[in-house]
């Protein structure tokens, strides 16, 4: 069952409440979307860990329904 | 479970540059480990592809191994470096050429 934008949307900014989240949706399947969020809780996070929270927001669907989640993120510009 | 650990540490330490991946270095089965791929041979990094496809105990294992729900992962040195998307992001920003150079990983083109 692919995910819905809407949903990853919703799901992320749950965790991540000041977060601006711009998906697209890369093969119109709902399995291949692509994200770009910024977050001021970001700050001080390597990519790595940053992707993290992201993936931690999506409650263990990355890999399971959502196949593909091509991810940037970043933190807001002071 | 911690045999597969210690299967995957045996696999991160054995040589410089490891990526679990779907496929081979020649023949990968997924875009993103193809991107990959591409990218550690256009900067002539050898590296060793380890088939999660044929392994479904380290293809589940490296997932809670490193935190990181997907495959591809990079390893550089024992050191888990991200997936596709982060690698091609330090690729295009020169950040992982500088990486390899840290860890004294020869690349052959001077990319910018």
Redesign the interface.
Same mark, same amino acid.
């Given at each position: 069952m692919p995910m819905d934008a809407r949903e990853i949307e919703a799901m992320i900014r749950q965790a991540l409440p000041d977060a601006t989240v711009e998906i697209r949706d890369l093969a119109g399947d709902g399995d291949h979307y692509a994200a770009t969020v910024v977050s001021a809780a970001f700050k001080g996070k390597s990519r790595v860990q940053q992707h993290q929270m992201v993936y931690g927001a999506l409650q263990g669907r990355m890999g399971g329904v959502l196949h593909a989640l091509a991810l940037t993120t970043g933190v807001p510009q002071e | 479970m911690t045999d597969v650990n210690s299967r995957i540490e045996t696999e991160i330490q054995s040589q410089d540059v490891v990526v679990f991946m779907k496929g081979t270095p020649q023949f990968p089965m997924c875009g993103?480990s193809g991107q990959v791929a591409q990218i550690l041979n256009y900067l002539g990094v050898p590296f060793k592809g380890v088939n999660v496809l044929e392994d479904m105990e380290i293809r589940e294992g490296i997932?809670a191994y490193s935190?990181?729900?997907? +495959?591809p992962q990079v390893y550089v040195k024992g050191e888990?470096?991200?997936?596709?998307? +982060?690698t091609r992001?330090?690729f295009q920003s020169g950040e992982l050429q500088q990486l390899l150079s840290e860890k004294g990983i020869a690349t052959s083109t001077a990319a910018a």
């Open positions: - | 993103f997932k935190q990181w729900p997907t +495959i888990f470096v991200g997936g596709c998307d +982060i992001e330090m």
